[in-house]
């Protein structure tokens, strides 16, 4: 067993058992920016995309599976990168978050995304890696969130790196997007539990493009394995501090087949650096180690099939059954339930519950959104689906309080315990932010950690957190179009879930609760858009 099983393990139970270091508070006054800083670079503003009206959430969570087939040009890519990383409007609703006291004040502003961030932090760095059958000169270009532009780091094909980095794997294009996650704009604040919060942001991230994508028939399709080593020193980032996540192939409009670019010879590599702004950069022991144990075998893509055995468990048929209601439709289009999305932070009102069919429709997107496609053996038809939904059940029209496991392909729950759940949903939050008993529900994703670790290695860490990321994401943007509140945390006991639930018999780690409901009439807000 490799490192990731332990610190698996770790973040089960650190609830009862803190990680080191136990007693670390983060410097807010040294803290970095919120996205890397290239000083002198030439920047391109991208250009205004529209956004069509029918492309819908109902479409990007259930389309035909082969059908985004439309290509890609520099208008659509700067829409979806705008709607999910750039910034939309500045936050400033009054809310029960703890950073509530310093958002009027300009340098401590928070702005929305469409895509969902642990902490608010968006450590995610987006690269473009753009050849000769692009619209620009090839090169190596930084999306640069603030200012909605790509910042040039490199002039020169070197799309044949990014090509043979990916052993085959999207081998009919020179266009990528690369992902990394610089881990100090996370960890200043999470230490050792920076891993498992950027390892979902990654994720979140991803399905925000295959939700923006497929609603307008574009393909998004991650590769997850790959030689990580060669894009770091092509993209000019120190190992120990930046991990390259992910890479997305860009089918091109306009692209004639022209014959593919062949590796540079050489280390052709980024020479711009990204000016940091704290005056002292922290490491930590666990996050060094993950890096390093998930980076190991990153070239080992599993074969098919290989998840098999880490698929999540079927529903027990013994368990009593609770028929759902069918789920509410969807019509609202990608952008504006992306603009629209937002944390909920203590305005949940039990006083108004949940629909039947609206909790089917959160359950529904959730379950959609566990289908992360490309090279991850989870992609809907063939795919494995790793996760399996829970829900706790407070608030809901038609529906007992209780705890229930839902399954998807009826779509129906099952009740696991019943009774008021509030009590134990508050007793096992960590926070003070949220009132969990006042919300309708709170959906609980699980997966298989430690059979996953087995059945791929270490990297499948990227690939468990991420999958729970894309069902985060999916959550969020089905309740902004339903109307509801919606917020999720990683702040809450583990082992408390696992043992409530009767998990210990089928492996099943709690990773995440998210919490959706009907919020307070008439908040004190004020709307703020800049996109």
Partial sequence: MGYAHD?????????????APADFVPDWSDGPRKAKYYPGVESLPLPAAGYPADASLDRAFHGETGTADAPFDLTSLSGMLLDSYGLTGRRLGVQANTDLSALPFYPLANWSRGSASGGGLYPVSVYWVSGPRG????GVHYYSTRHHTMQRLLTGDVSGEVRAALGGHGTDTDQYLVLGVKYWQNSFKYNSFSFH????????????????AGARGLSVEPAMWFDEARLQRLLGVPADEEGVFAVIPLKWAGDNGSPASRPVP??????RRDVERSREVLTFDALLRMQATTAAHATERPAPGALAPAAAPPADPDLPLAPLPAAEPLPTDVRTALRRRRSSFGRFDASRPVTGGQLAACLAASSAGSHLGGDTGTDRGEGVRLTRLYAF?????????GAYAYDPDAPELRLVKAGRPGEFLQRNYFLSNYNLEQAGAVLVPTVRTSAVLDAVGDRGYRLVNATIGAVAQSLYTACSALELGCGVALGFDNVSYIEELGLDATGEAPL?????GNERPAPADFRYEIA
């Fill in 197 to 212: 919060a950027v390892s979902m942001d990654l994720g979140a991230a991803v399905q925000t493009w295959r939700m923006w």
């Fill in 393 to 401: 059940v407070n608030h809901v029209e038609g529906l007992e309080p």
């Fill in 7 to 19: 610190y698996a393990a770790a973040i089960m139970q650190r609830g009862r058992v803190p990680m």
């Fill in 135 to 138: 619209p620009l000169a090839p």
């Fill in 512 to 516: 995440l609760i998210m919490m959706v």
């Fill in 266 to 271: 050489g280390n052709v590599s980024v020479r």
